[in-house]
């Protein structure tokens, strides 16, 4: 299997920009994509972004499309959501997940990390 470690949430003002890492390890020879959902309370799992591991092709939401940037290190097993221009809005926990597709369905997805809080303060 794999597993998912997640890092890199907090608090931050409106406008104001954070960085999230997810460091994959274990089976990793089987990922096709990995990306990142978010969930806040009362909310239904939500698709943020992905990228499809083989060629880096990349795919947002309507919602965080011009503020965040999804990228990937290879070397490293890593992928990383560059969140810019932070709305309160944003406010979840953030998920990485990795598939054996691609896919931007919450329940289709294959392995989860444990979640890191994003509070966005206005």
């Known amino acids: 299997q794999v597993q998912l470690v997640e890092s890199g949430g907090g608090l931050v003002q409106a406008g104001g920009s954070l960085r999230l890492s997810c460091a994959a390890s274990g089976r990793t020879y089987n990922m096709y994509q990995m990306g990142w959902f978010r969930q806040a309370p009362g909310q239904e799992r939500e698709f943020v972004a992905a990228?499809?591991?083989?060629?880096?092709?990349?795919y947002y939401a309507d919602s965080v499309k011009g503020r965040f940037t999804i990228s990937r290190d290879i070397t490293k097993n890593t992928v990383y959501l560059q969140m810019n221009s932070l709305k309160p809005e944003d406010t979840a926990v953030y998920y990485c997940?990795?598939?054996?597709?691609?896919?931007?369905?919450?329940?289709?997805?294959?392995?989860w990390g444990q979640g890191t809080q994003v509070t966005v303060s206005s």
């Open positions: 990228i499809r591991w083989g060629t880096a092709d990349r």
């Open positions: 997940a990795a598939a054996s597709r691609l896919i931007t369905i919450a329940a289709m997805q294959d392995y």
